[in-house]
């Protein structure tokens, strides 16, 4: 994921993604469960060719910026020209096992600077990007895979400039709670100005900066982050918990105190849950604080904003919430949650969140068979039974689209599809859960479809329209987490078993963070 800025019903900015592992000596499977793990070639062989192709685009037209551009074969930079793909493509091209492209990035990283930029920096981005690229990058290397690396010194230079950059990022920290500002300026330093900030931008760097600290001894990544965070884990005033676990979006960094309670797990709220389980998953002894919200969270989920659509009961939606009322409208970014409750029911043992997270995953699976190009919206919505009609938050299906909403279940308000992995993630999750080859299958239709529908130039954009048979025409624009999310989850669901596969016993060694970067985990106590 990443946090990018969704039209939804509300304020915030979007994020997501999931994590990660596996233990070389499988014991005994949960319930009998197949160990169906063995290589797909031909599939795996197939994500990798879309990746080779789209990374020569952007090494011919965009090497050292942040975007390619695969029609006009130009680039933008929308990440303070660091070269954001190149190093969102790193720890795919380590987990894919392509010497050069490896070497490549590998060489670029210590060419990066990271004291320099013109442009706004976003803390929340360049975390997950950035410093996730280059941690996972130097984690792979220095672990199961160090025979990628041709060159051990850049290894090293890698993680020297995570430090760099980090150290550059850290005076977001310096307000009066603790809170950071996600909006910063480099030369000089400053912030945007904001007073508030968002739980997905605060509470989606801990896992990146407490893994920087525990890589480098120095504490001081692991307690600014937390310190943010610790203001999530506590929330005031109590009105914004309208349920035990499931908070409001806005914080202010002067006081500490939430502005609202308006929610979900949709953008600018996504990620924030995410890390709850991941950190108990990154370190079972110092996490349990997260592991214990997560669970809140989830339960009331289960319990107050999960709803079926009045014409599709069968599929199952998590709502948004404003206070205790509900919003009936989700998107592909939210699509993480199905993910996120399989890994905290095979973190926990707990089948029930595993089968919650399947109807999930089947819920979003669903917003991709249901279009024409066999892709899912950026944002849609739903009614349910006990909808009234006059209800201003939860407005009928507009009258082109009753057929649709009678047979899909869901109506698109916003049908773009701007390359986004979380459908994706949630197919890999289900399938390292289950060993169930369904979920290959759908996951590999995904990608089919995106292959022949996105594919474009020199690369692939962004579709207009994922009901209209073309995809309703083209942005110019590939994001970076094409090649850190979508490429990554569609490749590793064909892939062998390994160290940094999820694992379905719930004992991982690597656990991804939110944009698909996988980080060597702590975990439990041996
Ligand atoms: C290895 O990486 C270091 C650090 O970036 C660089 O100075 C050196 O020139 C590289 N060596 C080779 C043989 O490319
Ligand atoms: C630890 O990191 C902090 C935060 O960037 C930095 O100010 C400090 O100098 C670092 N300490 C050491 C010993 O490098
Ligand atoms: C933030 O406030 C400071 C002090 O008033 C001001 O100098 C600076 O220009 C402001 N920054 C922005 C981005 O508005
Ligand atoms: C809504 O009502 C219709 C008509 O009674 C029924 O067929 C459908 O199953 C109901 N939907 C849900 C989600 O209960
Ligand atoms: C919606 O309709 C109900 C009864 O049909 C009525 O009581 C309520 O006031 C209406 N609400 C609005 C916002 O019009
Ligand atoms: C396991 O994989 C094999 C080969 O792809 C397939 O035939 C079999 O149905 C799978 N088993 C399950 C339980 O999915
Ligand atoms: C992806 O698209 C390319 C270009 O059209 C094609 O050559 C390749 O076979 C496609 N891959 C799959 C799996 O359909």
């Known amino acids: 994921m990443h946090f990018s800025r969704t039209i939804l019903a509300v304020p915030v900015l979007g994020l997501l993604s999931l994590t990660v592992l596996a233990v070389p000596n499988r014991v ?18 197939a994500v990798k060719e879309a990746f080779t192709f789209s990374w020569d685009g952007y090494q011919k037209y965009a090497m050292g910026h942040d975007e390619l551009h695969p029609i006009s074969n130009s680039y933008s ?11 969102d493509a790193f720890s795919t091209a380590i987990v894919m096992q392509i010497p050069e492209i490896v070497d490549t990035i590998l060489n670029y990283i210590p060419t990066i600077d990271f004291d320099v930029t013109t442009d706004q920096v976003s803390l929340f981005e360049t975390t997950i990007r950035y410093l996730g690229g280059m941690l996972s990058g130097y984690d792979l290397l220095k672990g ?21 950059l980090a150290d550059n990022l850290a005076f977001a920290f310096d307000t009066p709670t603790g809170i950071p500002s996600n909006g910063l300026y480099f030369n000089p330093p400053g912030t945007d100005n904001s007073t508030t900030n968002g739980i997905a931008t605060i509470g989606t760097l801990v896992l990146e900066w407490t893994r920087l600290s525990d890589i480098t001894g120095n504490k001081t990544y692991a307690e600014l982050s937390q310190k943010g965070e610790s203001y999530l884990l506590a929330p005031k005033p109590a009105s914004s918990e309208p349920w035990p676990g499931l908070v409001g979006t806005n914080v202010d960094i ?16 996504d990620s924030f849950y995410e890390y709850l389980i991941k950190m108990y998953v990154y370190d079972t002894t110092r996490f349990s604080e997260y592991r214990d919200r997560w669970i809140l969270a989830a339960d009331s989920s289960i319990a107050h904003i999960a709803t079926h659509p009045s014409t599709r009961p069968d599929l199952t939606f998590l709502s948004i919430f404003d206070g205790q009322e509900l919003i009936h409208e989700s998107e592909h970014l939210a699509c993480f949650d199905g993910g996120s409750f ?16 399947l109807e999930l995953v089947n819920g979003c699976h669903d917003t991709y068979i249901s279009t024409l190009t066999g892709i899912g919206p950026e944002i849609f919505r739903w009614v349910t039974n006990s909808t009234a009609a006059n209800d201003t938050n939860n407005p ?7 057929a649709f909403y009678e047979k899909a279940g869901f109506f698109i308000t916003n049908g773009q599809y701007v390359l986004r992995p979380e459908v994706m993630e949630s197919f890999y999750y289900a399938y390292r859960a289950t060993g169930d080859q369904q979920y290959r299958d759908w996951a590999w239709n995904a990608f089919v479809a995106i292959n022949s529908t996105a594919r474009v130039g020199s690369g692939f954009a962004e579709l207009q329209d994922v009901n209209a048979a073309d995809g309703g025409g083209f942005n110019d624009f590939q994001d970076s987490f094409w090649f850190a999310e979508v490429l990554k ?23 991804f963070n939110t944009e698909a970067h996988p980080f060597k985990v702590v975990g439990p106590p041996i």
């Open 28 to 45: 005994k499977l949960p319930r009998g469960r197949p160990d169906n793990h063995t290589l797909n070639r031909e599939r795996a062989d």
């Open 77 to 87: 930079d929308s990440r303070n020209s660091w070269g954001a793909s190149a190093v």
């Open 144 to 164: 199961p895979l160090p025979t990628l690396a041709s060159n051990a010194t850049a290894v090293d230079v890698v993680l020297a400039q995570a430090i760099r």
């Open 254 to 269: 002067n006081t500490g105190l939430f502005q609202d309670a308006f929610g979900g797990w949709v953008g600018g709220d």
């Open 342 to 357: 399989i890994l905290g029911g095979l973190t926990l043992k707990e089948q029930k969140y595993i089968d919650f997270g």
């Open 396 to 402: 009928q299906p507009p009258a082109d689209q009753q």
């Open 489 to 511: 989850y569609s490749y590793l669901i064909h892939a062998p078993d390994s160290v940094f596969q999820v694992e379905n016993q719930g004992v991982n060694q690597f656990v």
